[in-house]
């Protein structure tokens, strides 16, 4: 279906991005990875699927670096026709209590970098009449928790992005939707297991069990498949006119 097409994934290294990237990919699309860490690893899953593969390592809190990044795809591919803002870091702390240099650093890669990747993408997009732009948000989107405030903040501010986006190309084949997930099994989401694991003194799979407990009325983790079988949709022809959705895949949380 998107034989053809290149997708550029932010923060697609590990995770969630990986797992949409892959999606993707098995639909026909030509993938730009974006992320740190291994690189050769998640590079071989994609091009195991029989696309072209390219990665670029921008800093997404970096606005310049976001700026080579997309002029790389655009010379590699010729344009970036799926973005998928995904990049992003969580830190957890009272208000109180949170280093402003991780506000900054949250706000600027869970929120400004998609601006900036957006604003660099839209014009090939808007030339060529059609184009995706798929933002990470979270269920912290919709609604918030405790000690999270610069990951709500920015996400509450991806959902709005979203939104605006979605206007201003609302007579165009460009749409821009939003992916709400609640817990997610990934090293951002483990990070957090480990921390209630070490604070409550229990095993991993207790304060697994408890982590869900707290908010996920399923009690079950969303997949980076699944998540990646929703961007599917909104690149498919049945989502030409799906603009400026908040889609939450929660198991329930932002119902209750
Ligand atoms: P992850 O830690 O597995 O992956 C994050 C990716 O972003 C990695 O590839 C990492 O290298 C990259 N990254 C981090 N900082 C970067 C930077 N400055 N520049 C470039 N790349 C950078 O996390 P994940 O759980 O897959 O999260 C992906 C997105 O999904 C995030 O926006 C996150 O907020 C969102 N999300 C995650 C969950 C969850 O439960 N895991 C739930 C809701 C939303």
Known sequence: MLKGKTALVTGS??????????????QGANIVLNGFGDVDGPTAEVAALGVQVAYHGADMSKPAEIGEMMAFATEKFGRVDILVNNAGIQHVAR?????????????????SSAFHATRLALPAMQAAGWGRIINLASVHGLVA????????????????????????NATTGVTCNAICPGWVLTPLVQKQVDAKAAALGVSNDEATG??????????????PEELGALAVFFCSPAGNNVRGVAWNMDGGWAAQ
């Open 95 to 111: 208000i109180e209590n949170f280093a402003p240099e991780r506000w900054d650093a949250i706000i600027a890669i869970n929120l």
């Open 145 to 168: 928790s405790a000690e999270k405030s610069a990951y709500v903040a920015a996400k509450h501010g991806i959902v709005g992005l979203t939104k605006v986006t979605a206007l201003e």
């Open 210 to 223: 408890l982590l869900l407990g707290e908010k996920e009325p399923s009690k079950q983790f969303t997949t």
């Open 13 to 26: 290294t590990s995770g969630i991005g990986l797992g949409i990237a892959k999606a993707l990919a098995a």
